[in-house]
T-cell receptor
Framework: EPEVTQTPSHQVTQMGQEVILRCVPI?????FYWYRQILGQKVEFLVSFYNNEISEKSEIFDDQFSVERPDGSNFTLKIRSTKLEDSAMYFCASSEAGILNNSPLHFGNGTRLTVT | RKEVEQDPGPFNVPEGATVAFNCTYS??????FFWYRQDCRKEPKLLMSVYSSGNEDGRFTAQLNRASQYISLLIRDSKLSDSATYLC????????????FGKGTSLLVTP
């Protein structure tokens, strides 16, 4: 079964550094998402991406965050200057069609980001 | 008021038991509803969509009450492998692309 893959599985970085989290969505999927989950907290929406542009973003997704689809397969999340509170599990997801069509989200295994 | 609220549990039940989880959502304009399952430190996985008429998938039954803004999940004949956190998920209003997750209800099925 095709799956969403994320790398690295664990990233440790110092406060103020830039990090790039990488994702390869399922190949025929058109909608891409980033979510995060702080330890012990709920899964939170960050951003959705369709047709090479951001379709929606949450209040968490401020100017420190950006997303990119640099080629036909990768989907990246960049955090420009990490803060301690950015420490979380970051999940990439993709779907074939939009949520309005009840198209399920397929999540990757996540990248655990630890900011020290 | 939180957008999606769930009883965090934990629910400890013996194998074979029937267990029910409840969820309430705050925005009456919400349109799509789901139950996801999350194992410890793993990604969420779709368990089932929730339809207005209620729907069943094997041992799992989901119900939606729009008037009360209430969603439920019933698990019959619990298995050890059902132990996980069950996430109530509601599509964000005015959004075609994003989901609001509840914090989840933890289930532990014991032998």
């Amino acid at each position: 079964e095709p799956e969403v893959t994320q790398t690295p599985s664990h990233q440790v970085t110092q406060m103020g550094q830039e990090v790039i989290l990488r994702c390869v969505p399922i190949s025929n999927h058109l909608y891409f998402y980033w979510y995060r989950q702080i330890l012990g907290q709920k899964v939170e929406f960050l951003v959705s991406f369709y047709n090479n542009e951001i379709s929606e973003k949450s209040e968490i997704f401020d100017d420190q965050f950006s997303v990119e689809r640099p080629d036909g397969s990768n989907f990246t999340l960049k955090i420009r200057s990490t803060k301690l509170e950015d420490s979380a599990m970051y999940f990439c997801a993709s779907s074939e069609a939009g949520i309005l069509n009840n198209s399920p989200l397929h999540f990757g295994n996540g990248t655990r980001l630890t900011v020290t | 008021r939180k957008e999606v609220e769930q009883d965090p549990g934990p629910f400890n039940v013996p194998e074979g038991a029937t267990v029910a989880f409840n969820c309430t959502y705050s925005n009456s304009a919400s349109q799509s509803f789901f139950w996801y399952r999350q194992d410890c430190r793993k990604e969420p996985k779709l368990l089932m969509s929730v339809y207005s008429s209620g729907n069943e998938d094997g041992r799992f039954t989901a119900q939606l009450n729009r008037a009360s803004q209430y969603i439920s999940l019933l698990i019959r004949d619990s298995k050890l492998s059902d132990s996980a956190t069950y996430l109530c998920v509601v599509m964000r209003v005015n959004s075609g692309y994003a989901l609001n997750f509840g914090k989840g209800t933890s289930l532990l099925v014991t032998p």
